[in-house]
């Protein structure tokens, strides 16, 4: 068996999540392609985020480590800590040899321990999200760039905020914005409102601080919450970040909720107050969210720049007042006024659509694996998983990985599509029939070989023919040993193989029979005709039933 493609995600501190979310985003996509090409992987993050049930939650495998945060709370010594945490990534990085390293934001890791432990990685890639002029210039931030394979920037390249210069040809892509949630897994707008119980007669309302981490969160939500519950028309969702550690709110038109991942809703939300953080920012205007933005003021993150973007394009409100001020009361009502009337709360949410019209996660995923993948496989996995596939997988809460079980036991053969659709169709009438995913596996294993020569189409509406024609036993562990009875059929066609196959089952449910004593006669029958073709040997089996 070929050794698993190791990837290693380092996102290492930071007061948000937005290091986390972004590579959760990316990682989602290549852990899909892998899947749909039967390749075996193993994903990891190094992580000193305080956020790391994100990665719990998307089913990700983390090692984590103390952030600054608590160790400036805990009063730990900061040099001891600065020693322990380089000697904790040199020495993972020394163990994994991860075969694609994936930084985020710091080039020269949040320690600046990076410059001596990118050789121990095979091929290793950069996520450059702008940041402040500042840090682009220093000279260290700049000459760590050139030592990357790849240096994916999640914006479009006329709207990137800093100027990349001095890398060599073909080493820069811009991919687009990157968001964890593509709008084909996110829940609709009723399906939303039901969710939190809020009737027409209420709007929804997103107040968020981001991850939460921010020292001013607390203070964010609370003075929002405060002015807005007053309104009776509202419904405030308060998205607190999985970072929060302030006090909760309840109120009977609030809602408090810490947990991460909050993008699958937002397109429910009929107007958001929120930081403009990256992933806050992309994801409402993505959503088409009518949002006044509160910028927080980061080391690195340029908060401003874009929610003024989003102001001028009518997407949204840029809010300028500090929440202490005494002006933020007013402003805010002011802005919240705007966003009352339909009409304008339509106008902004084509805005923001407009504004961010796709999720680029897919394309950075792709982009990446083109480091350790031919171009052929990738195409293949990218035709395979559409945004039709999405929404139905996320309609029936089905994972792809195991409707990847049943494509690759399909036995498509070299340079076909991946039968992704055909996949699912068998997928969702075992279930149907009760039949549990790992006997579905098995049971199409034993039938490759058995039903004949036949194109993809027939051979799915074979196999859910004769599916269909089993369930009426009622028996799976007996139709696995029946299936396995059968004789090899290489020259009939699959719709004829089905077919006598069907005639031997009728003649068995006829008579009242079970599919142990079909079993007996087609052992019978396969040592009298010895070595007969599977119709000569239903053939014989069915005479003796007679």
């Keep these: 068996m070929a050794s698993p ?43 000193s985020s305080e956020a790391d049930s994100l990665l719990f939650a998307e089913r990700f495998a983390s090692f984590k480590m103390p952030s600054k945060t608590i160790i400036g709370d805990t009063g730990i010594d900061k040099v001891t800590y600065l020693a322990l945490a380089k000697q904790w990534v040199w020495h993972s990085l020394g163990l994994l040899r991860p075969d694609l390293f994936l930084v985020d ?24 999200r702008s940041v402040k002029e500042e840090f682009l210039s220093r000279p260290d931030f700049a000459a760590m760039l050139p030592l990357y394979d790849q240096i994916l ?14 890398l060599r040809r073909g080493q820069l892509h811009y991919v687009g914005p990157v968001m964890i949630r593509d709008q084909a897994e ?84 009929d ?7 990256y992933n806050s920012f992309h994801e409402l205007m993505y959503a088409g969210v009518p949002t006044i933005f509160l910028p927080q003021e980061k080391i690195a993150d340029e908060q401003d720049k874009r929610a003024e973007q989003a102001a001028q394009c009518g997407a949204a409100i840029h809010l300028r007042a500090p929440i202490e001020s005494p002006q933020f009361a007013e402003q805010l009502a002011q802005a919240m006024t705007v966003f009352l009337h339909p009409e304008q709360r339509a106008k902004a949410k084509a805005a923001a659509m407009a504004l961010v019209p796709s999720n680029h996660a897919r394309d950075a995923a792709q ?70 995913q790992p006997a579905l596996i098995r049971l199409l294993k034993q039938l490759h070989g058995r039903l004949g020569p036949g194109d993809r189409t027939e051979r799915t509406q074979g196999l859910e023919a ?43 449910r006829a008579q009242g029979k079970d599919l142990y004593q079909g079993l007996r006669v087609l052992s019978v029958a396969q040592s009298e005709d010895h070595g007969g073709s599977l119709r000569e040997v239903v053939q014989s089996a069915v005479r003796m039933l007679s």
């Design 466 to 508: 004769l599916l269909t024609t089993l369930s009426q036993f009622s028996d799976w562990p007996g139709a696995l040993s029946f299936v396995r009875q059968l004789p090899g059929e290489r020259s009939l066609p699959v719709e004829q193989s089905v077919t006598e196959i069907q005639r031997l089952l009728s003649t068995l």
């Design 271 to 277: 107007v958001a107050i929120c930081s403009a953080g």
């Design 153 to 166: 920037v999640p914006e479009y390249e006329q709207e990137s905020q800093g100027t990349v210069k001095g």
């Design 105 to 128: 934001t710091f080039p020269r890791g949040s320690f600046g321990e990076l410059l001596s432990a990118l050789d121990l990685c095979r091929h290793k890639a950069f996520i450059h």
């Design 186 to 269: 996110c829940l609709s707008r009723d399906s939303v409102r039901a969710h939190f119980a809020v009737g027409e007669d209420k709007l929804l309302v997103y107040v968020s601080a981001g991850g939460g981490g921010d020292r001013g969160a607390a203070s964010h939500l609370h003075t929002v919450c405060e002015q807005l519950a007053k309104v009776p028309t509202l419904h405030l969702i308060v998205g607190a970040g999985p970072l929060y550690r302030g006090p909760s709110l309840h109120r009977p038109n609030v809602t408090f909720l810490t947990q991460p991942g909050m993008a699958e809703l937002l397109p429910g939300m």
């Design 5 to 47: 493609l190791r990837i290693v995600n380092y996102a290492v501190n930071g007061s948000g999540a937005g290091h986390l979310t972004r590579l959760c985003a990316i990682n989602r996509w290549i852990r899909r392609y892998l899947q749909v090409l039967d390749l075996r992987a193993e994903i990891y993050f190094l992580t």
């Design 367 to 436: 982009k990446l694996l083109s480091l350790l993948l031919t171009k052929d496989q990738i195409d293949a996995a990218a035709d395979a998983v559409d945004d039709t596939l999405l929404s139905e997988l996320a309609q029936t809460d089905t994972p792809l990985e195991q409707i990847c079980e049943v494509a690759h036991a399909l036995d498509a053969t070299s340079g076909e599509e991946i039968p992704l659709d055909e996949a699912l169709s068998l997928y969702r009438l075992a279930t149907q029939h009760r039949l549990p």
